[in-house]
């Protein structure tokens, strides 16, 4: 009987162990789907001049710790000025292409301004 007993702890012990180990593995797989996971929203936009061609304007979802490019384009006779807005995680908000790390919502805007004239974005702010 002692035997018998050991062998029912035994395999009580193992049918544990397995529905635990699985139990893991379709928490990580789903992680690894992007279930669960944060999700930001990146919002776009433009001044007069240009567009915001890559991804695009408009309002935009990512998961966590995402990558985005960012391109901005002129149309013709403006020049791209700056990024503006929730810029904390671009990686150079001075560059027509740049890109952007979603850790939180964040609202941003490509600004243009006429070539060859100064703008609120050009020169030194206390030359006026």
């Known amino acids: 009987m002692k035997i018998r007993f050991c062998l029912r702890k035994d395999h009580r012990a193992a049918a544990t162990g397995i529905l635990l180990i699985v139990t893991v593995l379709v928490a990580g797989a789903a992680a690894c789907d992007g279930a669960g996971g944060d999700t930001y ?47 904390a995680n671009i990686s ?3 560059t027509v292409s740049t890109t952007i790390t ?17 703008g609120p974005d050009d020169g030194d702010p206390h030359e006026q």
Not at 47 to 59: H, M, Q, R
Not at 60 to 87: C, H, K, M, N
Not at 102 to 118: D, K, L, P, R, S
Request: no cysteine.
């Open 41 to 87: 929203e990146l919002t776009i936009s433009s001044t007069s001049g240009g567009l915001v061609s890559a991804p695009g304007e408009g309002t935009y979802p990512y998961g966590a710790g995402i990558l985005v490019q960012l391109v901005a384009t002129p149309a013709e006779g403006y020049e791209f000025r700056s990024w503006t807005g929730d810029i």
């Open 102 to 118: 979603m850790n939180g919502n964040y609202a941003i805007v490509a600004n243009f301004g006429v070539e060859g004239e100064t």
């Open 92 to 94: 150079d908000p001075n």
